[in-house]
């Protein structure tokens, strides 16, 4: 059996405007205040895991998620798309965190938990903090390889061949299983869940787990940072508008003030 | 003891990369709070040239150079191990890196091996009344903005492009060149390059460019795109995109500014008919000058605007060009 794992966020919709967007207390107000979603390059991981799953031999995918208020319609997702199982690690300690450093040990921990797990896919970065760090340091804490930016995964024997998006053309890596691959927007759109998928996905319930049940003790890990503020950003400069007669003097003055300012 | 400063430096055809020179700079700032420390940068390649040189010349008290052939092509495994040997055997308190297409592969791996996690695009450093390394970085696609007190001894971060300025060079400032060995020999590549193909880029790349003309939903049509062309080739830049243009099949999806797209620092970034979500805003709001043109005054593109026309852009632009080329010819 070749055993993938993809790991998920659910993040606050990165379609929000910033209007819809609140901050209370310097934290980031959670789900159900906001709507949520699976973090795009994360469907996309998931997407690469069904091909494979669609072109391989008995293949299993187990979802991994690792936060603290998670809504389970945004969650289950990845099931109605045809993953097998999916584990939620839930604890308050995940909520909002800019410091990685938990999630890593929880996700080294419930890969450890599963064991024979082969290779593990994971969106290229998350669309909230950004950091594009967790799936790289779950490689270097397991001792496995990594490649990133994938536009195509595929599986022969021990080895996976990706292709790697660079910005004017693409590189073909080859790695030995376990691994840990990131996948990036160019493999091409998630698949959406069919009925079948969906009412398939009601029956399964997730398996959570909390951070004993994979023997990590929260209070006893150091942590990389320490959030001292999080804030709407304050403007440093307000909009200079450019008035016209009508759209076509405002385009040519606009024309002229960039000038006079040495903008253009 | 941890002591100074270490950049992660890159190298470009041979010299510092810029961004390489702007932590250099910062790296000068932020050694002013510890009087008598150093601030130093790893240099590791092929073969390294004159680049010590002109590392010292902005800013550098120490390059640590070392050269070996397994670095040719710049392989993320074998940047990764050199970076993590020099950190172990200079022992700074911070690592500074860039952020670069390089780094994002190597940073947050270094950060791993050294027990600690990256602070990641960071667009301010400072050093608080206890010495630790306090980073600003947006957030949310730049909805939020986050300062964080990094803990770990070494501290490690990534500077935004285009944030602090390079020192100007000064080919008398002393500093000195220590080679470093690191054996790269066994098992370091584990990710093994089969084969790269990489295209000329037709014109100016996004990534490059001083001035982007970036179009939305709101153009309406794969048209409309050729008065950006038009308006892009005056100014000598570059056409980008929203997500939402890329998806209606307007423009390929190389175009596309934005968390899920590219990245861009220009100096100005004019957007046409883009609402300025979250999602796009992440991609360009570095731009030194975002100017907006959009027909909805409440757009949140006007939000992130220094200059901004409320108006119809099929009027707007072409009487916007056409003054343009009055005024540049």
Same mark, same amino acid.
């Given at each position: ?30 789900? !159900? ?11 996309? &991981? ?48 995940? %909520? ?20 024979? $797990? ?16 967790? !799936?790289?340091?779950? &490689? ?61 996905? @009601? +029956?399964?319930?997730?398996? $959570? ?6 023997? =990590? ?18 403007? #440093? ?20 003030? *960039?000038?006079? #300012?040495?903008?253009? | ?9 890159? *190298? ?22 510890? !009087? ?29 150079? =070392? ?7 710049? !392989? ?32 947050? @791996? ?16 400072? /050093? ?8 600003? @970085? ?24 285009? =944030? ?6 000064? #080919?008398? @400032? ?23 193909? %990489? ?19 709101? *153009? ?22 929203? +997500? ?19 990245? /861009? ?6 957007? /046409?008919?883009? #609402? ?54």
């Amino acid at each position: 059996m070749l055993h993938l794992v993809v790991t998920v966020k659910q993040v606050i919709d990165p379609e929000t405007p910033l209007s819809a967007f609140r901050v209370d207390n310097g934290r980031v107000a959670s789900p !159900p205040n906001q709507s949520s979603v699976i973090n795009g390059f994360d469907e996309q &991981a998931i997407e690469a895991a069904l091909r494979l799953k669609e072109t391989l031999n008995d293949v299993h995918v187990t979802v991994i998620s690792v936060g603290a208020n998670f809504a389970l319609d945004v969650i289950k997702k990845p099931l109605a798309m045809g993953a097998d199982a999916l584990i939620l690690i839930q604890d308050s300690a995940f %909520e909002n965190n800019i410091d990685p450093t938990l999630t890593i040990t929880a996700l080294v921990a419930a890969i450890r938990k599963l064991g024979s $797990v082969d290779l593990v896919l994971a969106g290229r970065q998350a669309s909230d903090w950004d950091n594009g760090q967790v !799936p790289l340091a779950v &490689a270097e804490s397991l001792g496995w390889p990594s490649a990133t930016v994938a536009k195509s995964v595929t599986v022969e024997g021990h080895t996976a061949r990706v292709q790697r998006v660079l910005p004017d053309g693409h590189e073909l890596v080859e790695l030995d299983l376990p691994a840990v691959i990131t996948v990036s927007n160019e493999l091409g759109t998630p698949r959406y869940p069919n009925m079948r998928g969906i009412m398939g996905a @009601r +029956r399964v319930q997730p398996v $959570v787990w909390s951070a004993s049940d994979i023997g =990590i003790d929260v209070a006893a890990i150091q942590p990389a940072f320490d959030l001292i503020g999080l804030a709407k950003p304050t403007k #440093s400069m307000e909009t200079e508008f450019i008035v016209g007669d009508d759209d076509a003097d405002a385009g040519r003055k606009l024309a002229l003030r *960039l000038r006079e #300012s040495q903008i253009v | 003891m941890t002591n100074g400063i270490l950049i992660i430096g890159e *190298l470009t055809s041979g010299t510092p990369a810029t961004g390489t020179l702007e932590a250099l700079a910062a790296g000068q700032q932020l050694i002013a709070s510890f !009087p008598d420390e150093q601030v130093a940068v790893l240099l590791a390649s092929e073969s390294v040239g004159e680049a010590p040189l002109i590392a010292i010349a902005h800013g550098a008290d120490i390059v640590y150079v =070392i050269e070996d052939k397994a670095l040719a092509g710049t !392989p993320p495994d074998a940047v990764v191990a050199v970076a993590q040997a020099a950190v172990e055997q200079v022992k700074p308190r911070f690592v500074i890196g860039t952020k670069t297409l390089l780094s994002r592969d190597t940073l947050p @791996r270094l950060a791993a091996r050294l027990g600690t996690a990256l602070a990641q695009d960071c667009t301010a450093l400072s /050093v608080d009344a206890q010495g630790r390394l306090i980073a600003v @970085r947006p957030t949310y696609g730049g909805n939020a903005e986050a300062t964080i007190a990094c803990l770990s001894e070494p501290a490690v971060a990534a500077l935004r492009s285009k =944030i602090v300025e390079p020192l100007p060079s000064d #080919s008398a @400032r002393a500093g000195k060149v220590i080679r470093l060995d690191v054996d790269l020999t066994t098992n370091v590549i584990r990710t093994r390059s089969i084969e790269r193909v %990489e295209r000329e880029p037709e014109g100016v790349r996004l990534e490059d460019a001083k001035v982007i003309v970036s179009g939305g939903r709101g *153009l309406g049509s794969r048209e409309a795109f050729s008065h950006l062309d038009d308006l892009a080739k005056l100014l000598g830049g570059a056409v980008g995109a929203s +997500r939402a243009a890329c998806d209606a099949g307007w423009v390929p999806s190389s175009y596309q500014v934005g968390l899920t797209g590219k990245t /861009v620092t220009p100096d100005l970034y004019i957007a /046409v008919g883009i #609402s300025g979500a979250s999602q796009h805003m992440a991609g360009c709001s570095a731009a030194r000058t975002i100017v907006g043109i959009n027909k909805d005054a409440g757009a949140n593109i006007f939000k992130e605007s220094s200059f901004g026309v409320v108006g119809d852009w099929e009027t707007v632009l072409p009487a916007f060009i056409e003054q343009l080329h009055e005024l540049l010819d």
